[in-house]
């Protein structure tokens, strides 16, 4: 039987009944407005991060990216725990007569590589598993890089570790001035000179440039952004004189890459590779196992932990050169060790503070200059110590050293062991390369740099036996902070069970909010504000219809 059609009712009205409910839902969205003005509406805000006035801005980044270093490095070893026991119970499930401590072997060998060499936390010296990670790149490489501050080219050299590479007289020595645009261009030339007459020396300058190489991550989807390296200067010298040697020997190179804390290594093989290939940041000591990165089918770079200073040092090569040494040495006296080999003037006239005759006089001023206070108005001396050991560690400070007026050669060569390091390695070339990079970096003035006196080679720690050994105190420290991260860690691995993928800082919503573009933030934001809107204005328009029906 076929149905009858039934007429839709119709929704036409009078002006005067439509025009009045318009006129209703406007005074009620106005009312609304007025009370949410009254309660004072918070709406969400952005976490600006932290301010450029701050005070301590890059001992916080240094600390936030050290702590994120480690809760990374705590989850990897985790997982592989994980590993191990899926291989353990696999074993067992395969042969049930066999008991757990046969297994033993096996577990052992299921973590092979970098895996295997990771030792067990909180029960050897670090400093003794960096000289452990420190031979095996020496060992294993053909070439090795080693990296100098160009602001002191002379304190970042390590005797010991140039006469254990050269010993074996097989293995090239290539010295890299890293930073060569924080010094003036006639003294980055002197020490291109003085530097050359020994070893082959590259001048280079690394990107520094953080947001171009991150991986961005968005709705699941990772992918690596590429790593542009315009302003990097000397990658073509380096990587010419590294091919021709490798043609030269007619295979495969291996290539390490050795240094103090902090002079750039992982920042060029990042520029070699042309992607954000190592962790890079302003915190010391950073990478602290051998990194295995191969840059095409006939080289391979071999990233290293920072060298180890021994504490026979002078106290400005301890403050300069060691990663834990705001903590060793107390921040006043690395200050004071540091201002006494620099010039007073040149500090007055960069620090903009005025004359100072002592060191504590210089550091009340730059607490006051600062804003450094503690409770009760007296200015906070550690603090700006802290300060102040920070910017001259970091690598925005500008400050150059003499190179000795007359050349002597290390006692550690002689002229066999320098003609065989210069064998096979085309050094007109790179002369002309470095010529290039000099011309084309703009360094700073010499007015506007500060000078500062060398304290000459820096003695260094390769052997495990000579690394002292921790005073209680930090080792009780160590622990407490390991127990700290393995708590937070565990805590963060219930929150990704729970709720998902979660990072320290923010939610994962947070993470694709960020990683989306400008553009489609705003088109979100105002489509459901829309929505929103038509929502409540459609509700709003029933009720009132549904009055005047």
């Known amino acids: 039987m076929k149905r009858p059609k039934l007429k839709k009712a119709s929704k036409r009205m009078t002006c005067h009944k439509r025009y009045k409910i318009q006129k209703k839902v406007r005074e009620h969205h106005r009312k609304l407005r007025k009370e949410a003005k009254k309660r004072g509406r918070k709406k969400p805000r952005k976490d600006p991060g932290v301010p450029n006035s701050a005070p301590f801005k890059e001992a916080l980044l240094r600390e936030a990216e050290l702590r994120k270093q480690r809760l990374e490095e705590l989850k990897q070893q985790q997982k592989l725990d994980r590993q191990k026991e899926q291989e353990k119970k696999r074993k067992l499930e395969i042969n049930p007569g066999v008991k757990p401590s046969n297994l033993e072997p096996v577990k052992e060998e299921f973590g092979h590589g970098r895996a295997k060499d990771k030792p067990k936390s909180g029960k050897q010296n670090p400093k003794k598993l960096y000289c452990q990670e420190l031979k095996k790149v020496i060992e294993a490489s053909d070439v090795v890089l080693e990296v100098l501050d160009a602001r002191d080219p002379l304190g970042c050299r390590c005797p010991q570790v140039e006469e254990a590479i050269i010993q074996d007289g097989q293995k090239k020595l290539v010295l890299v001035l890293n930073k060569s645009d924080l010094v003036p261009k006639e003294n980055l030339e002197n020490w291109l000179n003085y530097l050359k007459k020994e070893l082959p020396t590259v001048v280079f300058r690394a990107s520094t440039n953080k947001d171009k190489g991150k991986i961005i991550k968005h709705l699941k989807v990772r992918k690596r952004a590429p790593f542009k390296s315009e302003v990097c200067v000397g990658k073509d010298s380096l990587w010419k004189l590294l091919r021709g040697f490798q043609e030269a020997c007619g295979k495969a190179i291996q290539v390490g890459v050795i240094g103090f804390p902090n002079v750039g290594k992982s920042s060029i093989i990042n ?240 993470e694709a909010w960020e990683a989306l573009p400008e553009e489609s933030q705003a088109d979100e934001f105002a489509h459901s504000y829309i929505s929103d809107k038509m929502t409540e204005e459609e509700d709003d328009a029933y009720d009132f219809s549904t009055d005047y029906v």
Not at 303 to 310: G, R
Not at 347 to 365: A, G, M
Request: aromatic content about 4%; some cysteine; hydrophobic content about 35%.
């Open 271 to 510: 520029n070699l590779k042309q992607e954000r290939i190592c962790n890079v940041g302003i915190s010391m000591g950073l990478t602290r196992c051998m990194h295995v990165v191969p840059l095409d089918k006939q080289i391979t770079v071999l990233d290293s932990p920072s060298l180890i200073v021994s504490p026979l040092n002078s106290a400005s090569a301890l403050a300069l050169r060691s990663p834990a040494s705001i903590e060793v040495v107390k921040p006043v006296e690395a200050a004071s060790a540091i201002l006494a080999q620099a010039d007073a003037r040149q500090v007055v006239l960069k620090f903009t503070v005025p004359d100072f005759k002592n060191p504590v006089e210089f550091l009340t001023s730059l607490a006051q200059r600062r804003g450094l206070h503690r409770k009760g108005g007296s200015p906070n001396l550690e603090g700006a110590a802290k300060l102040m050991w920070s910017e001259w560690t970091g690598a925005s400070l500008g400050y150059y050293c003499h190179p000795p007026t007359s050349w002597t050669p290390s006692p550690h060569f002689n002229e066999g062991i320098l003609t065989n390091v210069k064998q096979d390695l085309n050094l007109e070339e790179l002369e002309k390369n470095n010529a290039h990079s000099i011309r084309t970096i703009r360094g700073p003035r010499l007015a506007s740099s500060i000078l500062f006196q060398s304290s000459g080679l820096t003695n260094g720690i390769i052997e495990e036996k000579d690394v002292p050994e921790e005073l209680p105190k930090q080792k009780e420290k160590q622990q407490e902070e390991g127990e700290n991260y393995s708590d937070l860690d565990s805590d963060q691995e219930s929150v990704e069970a729970a709720a998902g993928e979660k990072s320290l800082d923010m939610s994962g919503a947070e």
